[in-house]
């Protein structure tokens, strides 16, 4: 008789376990904690409007300009490199996106363009150690800026990665673009052909 109470003591505390935590689920999937959040963006449009909102730098405005550490130890200032077309674009080693844009910027910029336009991929928020060990990996031979505290970043938006603005030999914004897919590409090439000619 004894075994048959512990038994029962034990069956019952373990319905009761699987109880509190059917509870517990119901409450945490039918009343989240973060509802009162702000909810992620979900219409095209709601999207559209708040990529335009972080977007502080537009085609037609005059480059901020900056100085920026580059992964080699060296500096390059924005505004020196005026004279030819400057394709600029903030990225991260975790961003998909990010990492296609860089293959599209090896092999369809700097292959096509070559010397004619000046490229400055600039690493967003990361340390350095972790973009020279992902560009070894990755095999790319261009130049690399290092945007640690995102204070560059800041001067031409406030979020979303990757971003690229095309700049004329004159430091005006020709382009501006966020994300990555072969229609932004496209639209890359073609504003560096313009600012080329």
Known sequence: MDKRHKRRGSTTS?????????????????????????????????????????????????APDFTVEMLDGSSVTLSKLQGKPTLLIFWAT??????????????????????????LPISRGEKRSLVEGF????????????DGDQSIYRKYATNY?????????????????????EAIAAEVNEALNKAIK
């Open 14 to 62: 373990l319905l009761l376990t699987l109880a509190v935590l059917l509870i517990v689920t119901l409450v945490i999937i039918f009343f989240p904690v973060d509802a009162g959040a702000k909810q992620p963006v979900t219409t095209a449009t709601e999207q559209q409007d708040d990529i335009e909102a972080t977007t502080l730098i537009h085609a037609g405005d005059v």
């Open 94 to 119: 975790w961003c998909p996106p990010c990492r296609e844009e860089l293959s599209h910027l090896q092999e369809g910029v700097i292959d096509v363009f070559g010397d004619k336009i000046n490229v």
């Open 135 to 146: 560009l070894d990996k990755m095999g790319y031979t261009f130049a690399v800026g290092l």
């Open 161 to 181: 990665i990757p971003r690229c603005w095309v700049i004329d030999s004159k430091g005006e914004v020709v382009y501006a673009g966020v994300g990555y897919d």
